[in-house]
């Protein structure tokens, strides 16, 4: 009889491991490669409102990444006149580029992941293959300060992984209210939306979606943005 309890304890303690889609989506992220040289196109789009009106920015960029650093090949944004050099100031690493998010995604889910913790993992079925649905509570990693103010701070989010722990999307939740100057308060939610892809086993940005709305000193905010990225031939 104890070798039969001892034996279903083991069996149960090694589908728990199994099913810890978390660890699964932590151990897919690291063993994904930087992956070979690509060329993208990347469109951004902002819209906020102004004076009544909606303010719509849009951007393309044409873009090659690799292991020598990032290239920007085309861009619809006007060039910023070139600044006289600085001995002193600091110089941009190789590879530097405000599309690293999208270039390379692993990184900064690893980041957020680090303090992250499951909720809930549930089977799905995602664009016809079979899928895990992650719930996980995530670490906002503010300050002893910020947190001294805070009336309400929650971070969730949810993740879709593959049978092989690579992410297919996920959405994010964080919502914030906060005291400001002892009476005033400010209020922030943000939802995000983010679809991945593979490339020649590199992990890339399909599309990233955000909404932003938002209350400060008895004025309300909003804004979205929206960035798409192709792999070029």
């Known amino acids: ?23 699964d989506l932590k151990a897919a992220l690291k063993a994904l490669p930087r992956g070979p040289k690509v060329r993208l196109h ?11 009106k909606d303010r ?5 960029v044409r873009l090659e990444d690799g292991p020598e650093g990032t290239k920007v090949l085309e861009d619809s944004r006007p060039v910023a006149p070139a600044k006289k050099s600085n001995p002193g100031a600091p110089t941009a690493k ?14 900064a889910l690893l980041e957020q992941l680090d303090k992250a913790r499951l909720v809930e993992e549930t089977p799905e079925t995602r664009e016809g293959k079979p899928a895990r649905r ?20 929650t971070h ?13 999307a996920m959405d994010q939740r ?19 939306h983010i679809r991945y892809q593979l490339n020649q ?6 599309e990233e979606r955000s909404d932003v709305q938002g209350s400060a000193m008895g004025k309300s905010f909003s804004a979205q943005e929206t960035t798409r990225c192709s792999v070029l031939p």
């Open 134 to 153: 992650l719930k996980l509570a995530m670490d906002l990693a503010l300050d002893a300060e910020a947190k001294a103010n805070l009336k309400k701070a």
């Open 1 to 23: 009889m104890t070798r039969l309890i001892l034996a279903t304890a083991l069996a149960l303690c090694g589908t728990l491991l199994q099913a810890d889609g978390l660890a």
């Open 156 to 168: 969730e989010a949810t993740v879709w992984i593959g049978a092989d722990g690579v992410p297919l």
């Open 174 to 192: 964080i919502e914030i209210k906060a005291r400001v100057l002892l009476v005033a308060s400010v209020w922030t939610k943000v939802d995000i």
């Open 201 to 206: 086993g590199r992990l890339l940005v399909l």
């Open 56 to 60: 719509l920015e849009r951007r393309t």
């Open 94 to 107: 190789k590879g530097d580029s405000p599309f690293q998010g999208i270039l390379h995604p692993a990184v």
């Open 42 to 52: 990347i469109e951004e789009e902002s819209r906020e409102p102004e004076g009544g």
